[in-house]
């Protein structure tokens, strides 16, 4: 079975540039998270997809972050502008559903410097 | 949502039983207790999820008491790739996972 498919793995930008990454989650899996991860901390929640709705954005940055799950499949997650306090690991993960013994698969990351 | 509390870090050596205890003072009767393990420059990994009890799997134990307060994960024989950042959650299933900072675990030879 494959695993979540996240791309860029890595990116470098400038500070006030736009970047955008992608998901795929596993096939058939009906929730779909965006987690951001600073150096040395633990994931943290941006965003949450249940099929193409979003079920929990509260801590995502709304005013330079936005996402979108069209089609209940894929995903992006979009920084503009980008600020020096974004670089971070931005991990994708997916789940069967939301409810009950939830395994959430993760995939690789991407890993974005902001310069 | 709990909170949870575990050792900022663990040394350990080859072959050796290791058991990280996390506490969740403050568990919900609908929270179960699950465990991540994170390598670097990769994503978390489920490991172990239970409510009550013992559960055991082919990779760890987990132990839960009956007042669910705390849990341990216990991870037998332990090995050079067994170095890893484990992060011990409390969720119903419903909603994202909130991660701590985790269990630093450094195997040694």
């Known amino acids: 079975e494959a695993g979540v498919a996240q791309s860029p793995r890595y990116k470098i930008i400038e500070k006030r540039q736009s970047v955008a990454f992608w998901c795929n989650p596993i096939?058939?899996?009906?929730?779909l998270y965006w987690y951001q991860q600073i150096l040395g901390q633990g994931p943290k929640l941006l965003i949450q997809f249940q099929n193409n709705g979003v079920v929990d954005d509260s801590q995502l940055p709304k005013d330079r972050f936005s996402a979108e799950r069209l089609k209940g499949v894929d995903s992006t997650l979009k920084i503009q502008p980008a600020k020096l306090e974004d670089s971070a690991v931005y991990l994708c993960?997916?789940?069967?559903?939301?409810?009950?013994?939830?395994?959430?698969?993760f995939g690789p990351g991407t890993r974005l410097t902001v310069l | 949502l709990a909170k949870t509390t575990q050792p900022i870090s663990m040394d350990s050596y080859e072959g050796q039983e290791v058991n990280i205890t996390c506490s969740h003072n403050?568990?919900?009767?609908?929270?179960?207790i699950t465990w991540y393990q994170q390598f670097p420059s990769q994503g978390p990994r489920f490991i172990i999820q239970?409510?009550?009890t013992k559960v055991t799997n082919e990779v760890a134990s987990l132990f839960i008491p009956a007042d669910r307060k705390s849990s341990t994960l216990s991870l037998p024989r332990v090995s050079l790739s067994d170095t890893a950042v484990y992060y011990c959650l409390v969720d119903t299933g419903r909603r994202a996972l909130t991660f701590g900072s985790g269990t630093r675990l450094q195997v040694q030879p």
């Open positions: 993960a997916s789940s069967l559903r939301a409810g009950g013994l939830n395994e959430q698969f």
């Open positions: 096939s058939g899996h009906a929730t």
């Open positions: 403050n568990i919900a009767t609908n929270d179960y």
């Open positions: 239970g409510y009550k």
